[in-house]
């Protein structure tokens, strides 16, 4: 079974930065994806941040790329999200996700975390 417990969310003023983080547990961790995603009030969730498996591939919404660094340490069993130079629109609850394959295709991720709430003020 594959467990997800993020970290890290908060209060920040706009222009800021947060690192957000996500503990998994099992065994398949370092052989998985790991994604972040977003939903603000009222909105859909939305894609914000994919890794491979090794973190040699990452993959970025228009939004937030230049801005947020995806990472992960496979030995920690955690992957990361640098958010920087945050805006008021990046407010929203973040979530990070994972599935039993590589490398993140647009396939949907099955196993969710509870999410973190980030809130950015201007």
């Known amino acids: 079974q594959v467990q997800l417990v993020e970290s890290g969310g908060g209060l920040v003023q706009a222009g800021g930065s947060l690192r957000l983080s996500c503990a998994a547990s099992?065994?398949?961790?370092?052989?998985?994806?790991m994604g972040w995603f977003r939903q603000a009030p009222g909105k859909e969730r939305e894609f914000v941040a994919a890794?491979?498996?090794?973190?040699?591939?990452?993959n970025y919404a228009d939004s937030v790329k230049g801005r947020f660094i995806i990472s992960r340490d496979n030995a920690k069993n955690t992957v990361y999200l640098q958010m920087n130079s945050l805006k008021p629109e990046d407010t929203a609850v973040y979530y990070c996700?994972?599935?039993?394959?590589?490398?993140?295709?647009?396939?949907?991720?099955?196993?969710w975390g509870q999410g973190t709430q980030v809130t950015v003020s201007s």
């Open positions: 996700a994972t599935d039993h394959f590589p490398t993140y295709n647009g396939s949907p991720f099955r196993y």
């Open positions: 099992g065994r398949t961790f370092s052989s998985s994806a």
């Open positions: 890794v491979s498996w090794s973190g040699g591939i990452t």
